[in-house]
């Protein structure tokens, strides 16, 4: 039996909340992958509004989606994970400045962070790109285990 599959390795009509994986990239090895939502647009530091309160709501909805996603996943404290890449796949082909996509992500990384039992400060530096368009949108998390 043979499973299409879209572009971004997920299997044909399959998106973010359906368990989506990112697809294996040769030579690394992560011992974990935690698939979140794609960050509502008022997230987005372009966004603009007079209803503060909306977007603060947005927000902390956000992160606990994202917070509930690793908790699903299994990064719990203590387990000596860290994270070590994250992958913005997109719902759509719109061109997207990276430093807007980690603003929009800062709640995300923020429920990460609480759900693994570490300081969101840990995250600084960790690479992130554009991976390929899936529908809805979705942010991989990528996790190492630490040595030691």
Not at 20 to 49: E, I, K
Not at 63 to 80: F, M, S, V
């Amino acid at each position: 039996m043979t499973t299409t599959h879209t572009a971004s390795g997920a299997p044909a009509g399959q998106q973010a909340g359906d368990g989506f994986s990112p697809p294996a990239t040769p030579g690394l090895h992560f011992a974990m992958s935690v698939t979140m939502p794609w960050p509502p647009a008022q997230l987005s530091p372009n966004f603009r509004t007079r209803r503060h309160s909306w977007v603060s709501r947005k927000r902390k909805e956000y992160r606990q989606a994202c917070a509930d996603a690793a908790w699903r996943t299994g990064a719990r404290p203590g387990r000596d994970l860290r994270l070590a890449k994250i992958i913005f796949h997109p719902p759509d082909a719109r061109n997207r400045d990276d430093d807007n996509l980690t603003a929009a992500f800062k709640a995300g990384r923020d429920g990460l962070a609480e759900a693994m039992g570490v300081d969101d400060a840990t995250f600084n530096g960790v690479p992130h790109e554009v991976g390929a368009i899936v529908k809805g949108g979705a942010v991989v998390a990528l996790l190492e285990e630490i040595p030691g």
